[in-house]
């Protein structure tokens, strides 16, 4: 049997060699322009990427590599980061909800920086951040996250998220299966993803974990391409990988799954329409289907029912009801189920530093209690409400969230635009839904501070 990494780097290949198929090019440009959407509006609603970017910039003047809305140029694993942190830190970015993996921020920015070397663009912008978004989404299915185990101690976007972003700067930089077996290698050494920034309360970490993932992934093809070797059993040899992270090797049903190249586990993946947590959206939207029959005032008695992964969310609870940063009320269901009754709406306009002295919500959160009533289990969990107003008891339990439709898309995009202040977003959809290169920076407006 070959080594784990090999087989990764062979399975991408084949991928590769048949390309992508047209449904999947078409949602990778979508996911893409979703993502430089969200990142234009962080310059304005994230502060915490603009000062994580000024920190990771300290010492360093000028580079080959472009950041998202700016003028400013550092070395590219640097402006990885820079781009991830601004893609992620307002909690608005895709992810893949069976993976539990954020893909396209840490896929996208490893593709820009690696195409900022000379002698690169080995590999289409729309086909690297597909071949990348499937790796990272496919390590999240091999392990089966259902947050009880030892894949809730990680950010597995972060965590695998050093794998996809080496082997989509390899495939940019063109190097051989050799070298991108040498980047996995290389990108394991560096593998990090400790959970504690979301359990934890009162920072704001959380905004910015996956950028170290897009940085060290860069780092590691640039190595790579320059000769340094690592082990190819790095995934799966005595202390590799799943070994050490997760107590065990992949079985030979989940290396299946990680190596299969006949689906498309990025299919899956969704783009968000609330700019929080995932795991509070079906919270949300059973908030706005039970806010129609009754006033927030009216409310007495406030029961969320959840498993583990939404108790992740809801303890410890005063800090949850209260929280201290942005971050953390963007992590916290009660607050996010309190602030969707009084406002009816969760927007970028709204959900801003603001909203953590809301005296209305604040005092909607003092009557939630939390109640164990669903099984630990792939995916979300559902949107458990019960109320006891004036009027009786209503409950509500939202299932499944809807797909997501491209005019969705566009509207949020539009509305990223606007929040940014940027004049004439239409044409900014148009320019970079319209079949992405790796120029597209240049054709992003500039946002000053």
Known sequence: MTSLSFDIVNAIRQRQNRGLP???????????????????????????????????????EGGAGRVIGSKHQLPPAYAAFSNTALAHALDYDDINDLA?????????????????????????????????NELICRLGYAIEPRGTGADSKWFLSQLFGYLGAAIT???????????????????????????????????????????????????????????????????????????????????????????????????????????????????????????????????????????????MLCHPIEERCRPKTLQDAKFSIPFMVAFTFVHGR??????????????????????????????????????????KTTQGTKRHIERFLPIVTIDEVKNKFIECCLFANIVAPEEVWKTISNNPDYDLVNKLPLIFH
């Open 346 to 387: 969760v927007n970028l306009n709204n959900l801003t530093e603001k909203a953590l002295m809301d005296s209305q919500v604040l005092e909607l959160t003092k009557l939630v209690k939390i109640k164990h009533t669903q099984p630990d289990t792939l995916g979300l969990p559902h949107g458990d409400i019960e109320v």
């Open 22 to 60: 047209e449904e999947i090019h078409k949602k990778v440009i979508l996911h893409i322009s979703d993502t430089i959407g969200i990142s234009l509006a962080a310059h304005k609603g994230a502060p915490i990427a603009l000062q994580s970017i000024s920190g990771i910039s300290l010492g360093v």
């Open 169 to 311: 700067a390899g495939l940019v930089l063109g190097l051989d299966d050799s070298e991108l077996v040498n980047a996995l290698g290389l990108a394991y050494m560096q593998l990090a993803g400790g959970k504690e920034p979301g359990v934890g309360v009162g920072s704001q970490a959380r905004s910015i974990y996956p950028a170290f993932a897009s940085m060290g992934g860069v780092q590691a093809a640039f190595l790579a391409r320059e000769g340094v070797s690592a082990p190819e059993s790095s995934m799966d040899g005595k202390t590799g990988l799943f070994r050490n992270y997760f107590g065990e090797n992949l079985s030979e049903d989940q290396r299946k799954i990680l190596l299969d190249t006949e689906s498309w586990a990025f299919s899956d993946t969704a783009i968000k329409l609330f700019p929080s947590c995932r795991y509070s959206h079906p919270y949300i939207k059973s908030a706005l289907i039970l806010r129609n029959q009754f006033k927030h005032t009216q409310i007495e008695n406030l029961v969320i029912g959840v498993n583990e992964t939404a108790s």
């Open 100 to 132: 539990r993996i954020h893909p396209t921020p840490i896929i996208l920015a490893a593709a820009l920086a690696a195409a900022d070397i000379a002698d690169s663009r080995a590999t289409d912008l729309v086909t690297a951040v597909g071949l990348g």
